[in-house]
């Protein structure tokens, strides 16, 4: 840069125009001769002394001219040469360097001083300047003329050679003008007095602010109120040393303050003083603005009590702070590279995660709450935010998450939940809670077309027991009837204590208001057994219960509730420890269900449970080829009760379990019996209920039986319902289990539920029997005709056996014998008889035989 200081510094200011003379043969060996010596010329020294101002010097040249003649004489004299000038060869050299040297000043006077030298002292007569020859005459003149043209060759070579070295010298000042004005820095060079020499045309609109052309002003004057650290470091560079600021805040010329990176550098002259200062600057203020952004960014990242994660646009974590990684549990190491579902809780599906950035890549940010995991394995709520970071092209690059973690105010909300919608004593829930879930059912019911019951309780008598007791012992008899009351309760029933010894239960999706009665009686029941409690208090207690049914007896909450409260009064003048409905109806039936129920249960134990038998016949020969086992009950006082009356009631309570089992073993003992006696018996039908298939181990269970009565599995058909088959999958396998056994399958009432080809194809079923309902109406009904026929063709086509029930008439019999169904059941043959009966049947041909 010095070097470019120098050439800035000494640039002329006008380029001087000469005129060229001589010959051109003459210029063209001049410069030839020129540029041998190119070499020598271009040396610092001679160009110091050729071209410097020194060397532009007049007399500089008379000197030259003077110097080389003489010290060519003394070196002629010492040497005693030839005399003659054509021989005195040094004259010629002193012409040529003086003319080379002096210009045309220099070799004219070199040439005249050689000439008079030459002739005075060495051209006979001696010391004179006389011409004897002619030829003496004409080389001296010759020699003149040489010198001359000599000076006039290198003249010009001069001008030409300094007319191109001041070209140079204005393209590289104009180079080093335009690399000043253009460069990307402010850049200023001022001299000793702090005077501009050049500036950029940075520093004109950024430092100056376009003050007007700055040189030779001073820098001073343009900036009076310089601080004095400015100043300092403007005398430092003076002296030599280089200064500057990586930052520093500059009041600008039209007032404003911008932030600097500076330096001020010391540039010198040929000589080596220093010259002045070269400054350099740079606007940083928006960087600096933006370190202090990044500053303030990082403290936040770092000290923020939010949780941040930063991860790119494939979800790799890059960035956790402080408050994340105390929130996780996890490191920033075992973070970063990870993904952030290691933190997944397992509590949200995937369509959660995929609607979450679904509205993130959509609206550019997605909030709200989520549960995730710590590294421990602890769930925890939080409050999460996840905001999209887009590139200039719209194109998502990384991902923000900020959260927090919302476990305690969890703990605070379900605190004042608890408070305001739990009973504190029993903590089940309160009155408020409890209307807000009947408004839901209430509204539920209304749009399934369902029904709903409302459950007020009342402990009789307790009053006694705080009287008595005192009101610690009536609190601990509250908690222990809430905690009976909830172990005979269904998970989806709500039980709420409403206040003193006040209860409240909602059942919802009730087939049945009867069902409602026996949950009542359940909780009766459920306060039978005397309550041990601490202090060695032994109570008995009753509890008296009103039924409501929503929307039958009211469609809010409050009216709901009034009538349950309403029967639950009767109740209690009714004799205490029962229940009553809003409406007799109701309370009557709901009584007759509960004795039914009871009774069921004294039943199986008794043996109550008899099997009667209607004959199967073949279309063939009307021959009976089995029997389908038909449950009886024989109720004490009652006589016998229709399986339409007991069965909803034993499929609702269980008890279709243990009575469906010992059905089978009935069945089955006592067709290893009549196949013992020789009946001619091929098929033993026994119906399997839905809740029966649907146990696990159905196949075990049947196996056991066939073991214990000891009758072949061949002779055993059982009738499934198509309800049962609803789940093909498992219906399937448990069926593929029981034909392992040798049992035939068959499906009951077919066409009236879940009639499928899809599963008849796949399952291994083996016989088809028309429900009665179909061939009731035959032959008046041609509807029913037409299905009747199009499930008999099915059948046929695939392969399976058709049996058609609820055959009364001949003209039933006429009909289903033109469709060629396979078998027949029903009150034209025999109706259900006692085991006892059935011999006589098969022992002789029946009428229809011999026709």
Avoid at 440 to 461: E, N, P, T, V
Avoid at 526 to 537: D, E, M, V
Avoid at 694 to 707: F, M, N, R, S, Y
Wanted: glycine content about 8%; aromatic content about 8%.
């Amino acid at each position: 840069m010095n070097s470019i200081h120098r050439i800035i510094a000494n640039l002329p200011k006008n380029e001087t125009k000469h005129q060229n003379s001589g010959g051109s043969s003459i210029r063209g060996w001049l410069c030839s001769l020129n540029v041998c010596f190119s070499g020598l010329r271009t040396m610092p020294g001679f160009e110091i002394v050729t071209f410097g101002k020194f060397a532009r010097r007049t007399w500089f040249r008379l000197a030259v001219g003077l110097a080389f003649p003489l010290a060519a004489f003394g070196c002629q004299s010492v040497l005693q040469l030839d005399a003659h000038p054509y021989v005195c060869l040094l004259f010629y050299p002193a012409v040529f360097f003086g003319s080379w040297l002096g210009g045309l000043v220099g070799g004219a006077t070199a040439t005249v001083l050689s000439t008079v030298i030459g002739w005075y002292f060495f051209t006979s007569p001696f010391q004179s300047f006389v011409v004897q020859r002619p030829s003496e005459a004409i080389s001296i003149a010759i020699f003149a003329s040489m010198g001359i043209l000599f000076s006039l060759a290198h003249e010009r070579l001069r001008l030409g050679h300094r007319r191109e070295t001041e070209r140079d010298l204005a393209r590289t000042q104009e180079m080093m003008r335009l690399f000043i004005e253009h460069a990307p820095l402010s850049i200023a060079m001022l001299d000793r007095d702090l005077r501009y020499l050049a500036v950029s045309r940075r520093w004109m609109t950024e430092i100056a602010c376009g003050t007007g052309d700055l040189t030779g002003c001073s820098h001073a004057k343009i900036f009076p109120d310089l601080p004095e650290r400015w100043k300092t470091a403007y005398r430092d560079a003076l002296a030599g040393a280089t200064v500057g600021s990586d930052g520093e805040q500059w009041n600008r010329a039209d007032g404003t303050t911008i932030w600097l990176r500076w330096k001020a550098n010391p540039w010198t002259e040929r000589d080596g003083t220093v010259g002045g200062i070269i400054l350099s600057a740079e606007d940083v203020t928006d960087s600096r603005l933006a370190d202090d952004q990044k500053r303030i960014t990082s403290t936040l990242f770092t000290h923020t009590l939010e949780g941040i994660l930063f991860t790119d646009a494939e979800g790799t974590i890059l960035a956790a702070n402080p408050a994340f990684c105390a929130v996780t549990g996890y490191l920033e190491a075992e973070l970063i590279g990870a993904n952030p579902r290691i933190l997944k809780s397992e509590r949200h599906d995937q369509d959660f995660y995929v609607r979450m950035f679904e509205t993130v890549a959509a609206v550019g940010s997605w909030q709200g709450e989520i549960w995730n995991r710590r590294k421990d394995g602890e769930l925890f709520p939080e409050w999460l935010t996840i905001s999209a970071v887009r590139d200039s092209a719209g194109g998502i690059t990384n991902y923000i998450g900020s959260s927090v973690d919302i476990s305690r105010a969890k703990e605070t909300e379900a605190q004042i939940d608890r408070l305001a919608n739990r009973d504190p004593l029993t903590d089940l829930p309160n009155r408020t809670a409890v209307m807000q879930s009947i408004q839901r059912a209430i509204a539920k019911a209304r749009r399934d077309d369902s029904k709903g019951a409302i459950l007020f309780l009342d402990l009789d008598h307790f009053k006694n027991v705080n009287d008595s007791l005192g009101h610690p012992v009536g609190d601990e008899l509250l908690c222990a009837v809430a905690r009976r009351y909830g172990a005979r309760l269904r998970d989806n029933d709500i039980l709420s204590r409403t206040g003193g010894d006040e209860f409240l239960v909602l059942l919802e999706n009730l087939r049945d208001p009867a069902q409602a009665a026996s949950v009542a009686q359940t909780l009766i029941d459920a306060l039978k057994t005397p309550f041990a409690l601490p202090g060695g208090h032994e109570i008995y207690i009753g509890t008296s219960i009103g039924i409501s049914v929503f929307p039958d007896d009211g469609d809010v909450p409050d009216r709901v509730i009034s009538c349950a409260d309403a029967a639950m009064y009767q109740a209690k003048k009714g004799g205490r420890n029962s229940f009553l409905f809003y409406t007799q109806a109701l309370t009557q039936a709901a009584h007759a269900r509960i004795d039914l129920e009871a009774a069921l249960r004294k039943g199986l134990d008794r043996g109550e449970f008899l099997v009667h038998y209607q004959p199967l016949v073949a279309m063939a020969d009307l021959q009976i080829t089995g029997v389908e086992a038909l449950v009886r009950w024989q109720r004490p006082h009652h006589g016998l009760v229709s399986p339409g009356q007991f069965i909803p009631v034993a499929e609702e309570t269980g008890l279709i379990l243990p009575l469906g089992a010992e059905v089978l073993r009935m069945a089955c003992r006592q067709m290893r019996e009549w196949l013992d006696g020789g009946a001619p018996l091929q098929t033993m039908a026994v119906n399997l209920s839905a809740h029966q298939f649907t146990q696990p181990d159905i196949a075990e269970q049947v196996a056991g039986i066939l073991a214990e009565t000891g009758l072949s599995g061949r002779y055993l058909e059982l009738e499934i319902t198509e309800s049962a088959l609803m789940d093909s999958g498992e219906a399937e396998r448990k069926l593929s289990a029981l034909k392992t056994l040798g049992v035939r399958l068959a499906i009951d009432d077919f066409g009236t539920g879940y009639s499928s080809l899809a599963y008849l194809k796949r399952l291994p079923i083996d016989k088809l029997k028309i429900d009665q309902s179909f061939v009731h109406d035959i032959p008046n009904d041609p509807a029913n005709m037409e299905i009747v026929a199009a499930v008999v063709a099915m059948a046929k086509n695939l392969h399976l056996t058709v049996l058609a029930e609820g055959v009364e008439t001949e003209a039933q019999l006429a009909f289903l014998r033109d469709l060629h169904c396979d078998a027949l059941q029903g009150y034209l043959f025999s109706r259900p008889l006692p085991a006892r009966q059935l011999p006589v049947l098969w022992e002789r041909s029946l009428d229809y035989a011999a026709q």
